[in-house]
């Protein structure tokens, strides 16, 4: 499903890295230039498939809110009788199915919802979908709050705060600290300049003290919330803690708590 969507370009990229010496050397070209970016994204989709697998026995519906490129709807077998509602921009939402359906994917597998967070009312598109509040569901936020407004995740993850009890909220955030400067972090000068230079900078943060009180105003319950260095060492196993970059970077479990 990755190399499906990837352009022709990547797709000769990926198939090198089906080579072992040619992989290695790629991946240590990657880890220089984003320090830590390319091991926190192959844990933390980890990390979040296994939350995803342990609350889709008791629910049927799923949220992929700013769904991108994710493919869970195809690859996770835990969600194979779950209703998927995907949310996100429609130029991207067109690209990914245009690129699926060429490959012969089954586009049945997910409901797609094309919003622009900044600028439309994503709520009323997804219930227009189909999606039933009062029965609980998982919520999956992943990569996005950064590029976003603090109003506007706010409301996102109030709006998660009111969904039926029992409910799961998954999401990431950046830690404050790397965008006001307080904090210092391997690798943090790489990936701002990065995400400055796609012209798509980071605008919102959270720090991880302020996170429970946060949650808990917009009626959540904070689960877990671990950084980089925590859950490349839950995924990877602890041999891994040598792996520097990205600690800002953080994923939480939080649940709707029943009354």
Same mark, same amino acid.
């Given at each position: 499903?990755?190399?499906?969507?990837?352009?022709?370009?990547?797709?000769?990229?990926?198939?090198?890295?089906?080579?072992?010496?040619?992989?290695?050397?790629?991946?240590?070209?990657?880890?220089?230039?984003?320090?830590?970016?390319?091991?926190?994204?192959?844990?933390?989709?980890?990390?979040?498939?296994?939350?995803?697998?342990?609350?889709?026995?008791?629910?049927?519906?799923?949220?992929?809110?700013?769904?991108?490129?994710?493919?869970?709807?195809?690859?996770?077998?835990?969600?194979?009788? #779950? &209703?998927?509602?995907? +949310?996100?921009?429609?130029?991207?939402?067109?690209?990914?199915?245009?690129? =699926?359906? %060429? $490959? /012969?994917?089954?586009? #049945? &597998?997910?409901?797609? +919802?094309?919003?622009?967070?900044?600028?439309?009312?994503?709520?009323?598109? =997804?219930? %227009? $979908? /189909?999606?039933?509040?009062? &029965?609980?569901?998982? +919520?999956?936020?992943?990569?996005?709050?950064?590029?976003?407004?603090?109003?506007?995740?706010?409301?996102?993850?109030?709006?998660?705060?009111?969904?039926?009890?029992?409910?799961?909220?998954?999401?990431?955030?950046?830690?404050?600290?790397?965008?006001?400067?307080?904090?210092?972090?391997?690798?943090?000068?790489?990936?701002?300049?990065?995400?400055?230079?796609?012209?798509?900078?980071?605008?919102?943060?959270?720090?991880?003290?302020?996170?429970?009180?946060?949650?808990?105003?917009?009626?959540?319950?904070?689960?877990?919330?671990?950084?980089?260095?925590?859950?490349?060492?839950?995924?990877?196993?602890?041999?891994?803690?040598?792996?520097?970059?990205?600690?800002?970077?953080?994923?939480?479990?939080?649940?709707?708590?029943?009354?």
């Amino acid at each position: 499903y990755a190399r499906a969507l990837l352009p022709p370009d990547l797709r000769f990229a990926a198939k090198l890295f089906s080579l072992r010496p040619t992989a290695a050397l790629l991946n240590r070209y990657i880890d220089r230039r984003s320090p830590g970016a390319r091991t926190s994204g192959v844990a933390r989709t980890r990390l979040i498939d296994e939350w995803i697998e342990q609350a889709a026995p008791a629910m049927d519906q799923v949220v992929l809110l700013g769904a991108g490129f994710d493919t869970r709807a195809w690859r996770l077998d835990a969600l194979a009788s #779950a &209703r998927i509602f995907e +949310v996100d921009h429609p130029a991207t939402a067109t690209v990914k199915q245009q690129r =699926l359906r %060429a $490959a /012969g994917v089954d586009l #049945a &597998r997910a409901t797609f +919802v094309a919003v622009d967070f900044e600028k439309e009312d994503f709520v009323k598109s =997804l219930y %227009a $979908a /189909g999606f039933d509040p009062s &029965r609980p569901a998982i +919520v999956v936020w992943e990569g996005v709050s950064q590029y976003l407004g603090a109003d506007v995740v706010s409301g996102v993850i109030a709006w998660a705060g009111r969904l039926a009890p029992g409910s799961r909220f998954i999401f990431t955030y950046v830690h404050e600290g790397v965008l006001n400067g307080s904090r210092a972090f391997a690798g943090a000068g790489e990936a701002l300049a990065n995400v400055n230079a796609s012209g798509e900078p980071w605008k919102f943060g959270l720090t991880p003290e302020q996170l429970p009180s946060y949650l808990r105003e917009r009626g959540l319950v904070l689960l877990s919330d671990l950084g980089a260095d925590d859950y490349r060492a839950r995924v990877m196993g602890e041999g891994r803690r040598d792996i520097r970059g990205y600690g800002f970077y953080h994923v939480v479990l939080a649940e709707v708590p029943h009354a």
